[in-house]
């Protein structure tokens, strides 16, 4: 008999003791994943695609998508009494639960729609979640409540709306995924704990932005494209889907590098991933598949963070790889 992630999620939460509230959060985000998941696949029959005509808090434009995905995320995870406050890449302030529902003792961050720069072309988007714990005697959250290092998450996941609809996670318990089945409109265990090989030979990372890297990223990218002629005992591959959910997912499923390193193309900004929304809880799932997330000079999960924001050079997959070009950033 097939497994649907709420059982997975009610008898891995019965073993912890838990009250049902953790479970009920989760509900209510597969609930805005299935979704969203419809909306993406629906695309301009629906009308959804396009941009928006406005700019998030990162200055970036949004699309239409962007803008549906976050309200759909919001107003499916307010209401239940799960939550005290939440955050997303699209929205300037967090946002507090309001008063006409009940507060619950976690904090949820999002990424609503990740890659949608790739919405219009018909490739794969995903979501990004975090969850973490409302500190101990907050009832009315603010900023810096949110500021906890990534190790601190209770639960890390993403939906991918590719080919086929998956929902990855972890509770600190290795990683699970399911897949959609849109018949019976349930996640169902499909890639029981998933792990990441230490060793690869795939890369990704946008080439385009090679002249602004520095050394220790320059160095380990022509030692891969050189490949055997080039000191490594192996050729390389590489792949770049500008949906780090997709790419998160494919090293996953086979190993590899994905780096999205600091450059010096915007000196104003560490990096382009944000942390709050993207490094943190993809570095969670990474680690606990086996693999290695840093930022080249810092494990990302130890980052103490000191804004919503804030963004950070991100490093990850593949154990040894990843250690490879951490051991760089040391030499330099
Ligand atoms: P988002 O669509 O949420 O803004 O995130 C896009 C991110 C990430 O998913 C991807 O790896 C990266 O930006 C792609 O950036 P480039 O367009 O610079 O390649
Ligand atoms: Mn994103
Ligand atoms: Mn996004």
């Not at 695609?49 to 499916?76: H, P, R, W, Y």
């Not at 018949?183 to 169902?188: P, S, T, V």
């Amino acid at each position: 008999m097939s497994k649907s992630l709420i059982q997975f999620i009610i008898e891995e939460q019965r073993h912890m003791g838990a009250s049902g509230d953790f479970t009920g959060l989760l509900s209510d985000i597969i609930s805005a994943c299935k979704q969203i998941a419809h909306a993406v696949n629906k695309g301009d029959l629906i009308g959804v695609l396009g941009s928006a005509g406005s700019e998030n808090v990162q200055g970036e434009t949004q699309k239409k998508l962007d803008v549906i995905t976050n309200d759909i995320f919001m107003q499916s995870t307010e209401w239940g009494g799960h939550l005290a406050a939440m955050a997303s890449e699209e929205m300037d302030e967090i946002y507090p639960i309001p008063a006409k529902y009940p507060r619950g003792k976690y904090l949820l961050t999002f990424d609503p729609l990740d890659g949608s720069s790739n919405i219009d072309v018909n490739i794969s988007v995903g979501t990004i979640f975090s969850i973490l714990r409302c500190p101990d005697g907050v009832s009315n959250p603010t900023e810096k409540d949110f500021l906890q290092p990534g190790a601190k998450q209770v639960c890390a996941g993403y939906a991918l709306y590719g080919p086929s609809t998956m929902l990855v996670l972890t509770t600190g318990h290795g990683v699970d995924g399911f897949t959609l089945d849109r018949d019976i409109g349930e996640f169902i265990l499909t890639h029981p704990q998933m792990k990441i090989p230490a060793d690869t030979s795939e890369f990704a990372i946008n080439m385009s932005n090679r002249r602004y890297w520095e050394a220790p990223v320059q160095r380990y990218v022509e030692e891969c494209t050189k490949g055997k002629e080039g000191g490594r005992e192996k050729n390389f591959n590489m792949r770049w889907v500008a949906s780090m959910v997709a790419e998160v997912h494919r090293i996953l499923t086979r190993g590899g590098i994905f780096m999205y390193p600091f450059d010096t193309k915007d000196p104003a900004k560490a990096g382009k991933l944000r942390l709050l929304y993207e490094a943190n809880p993809m570095s969670l799932i990474v680690e606990q598949a086996g693999g290695a997330s840093s930022t080249g000079r810092q494990r990302i999960l130890d980052i103490q963070p000191d804004e919503l924001h804030q963004r950070v050079p991100v490093i990850l997959g593949s154990k040894n790889e990843v250690d490879r070009v951490v051991g760089y950033h040391q030499g330099a």
